[in-house]
């Protein structure tokens, strides 16, 4: 089966129940975790040795980017 054909079937097989769960609470997680980074004070982030740039990088990404 050449891959492109074996990609596509794997995406169009309907996921799991509990697979799409697991998608969607990871998915909202993202984005909780990177409001809260948007938004952490510029203190937190040296703590963490996050620069503001680095956090606005992150906070724009899509929810379903890692």
Do not use: C
């Amino acid at each position: 089966m050449h891959a492109l054909t074996k990609n596509s079937y794997a995406l169009s097989r309907p996921a799991s129940r509990s697979g799409l769960i697991a998608t969607l609470r990871l998915w909202q997680a993202r984005v909780e975790d990177r409001a809260r980074l948007r938004d952490a004070p510029a203190a937190l982030l040296a703590d963490i040795g996050v620069t503001r740039a680095d956090a606005e990088r992150e906070a724009a990404k899509p929810f379903w980017r890692a």
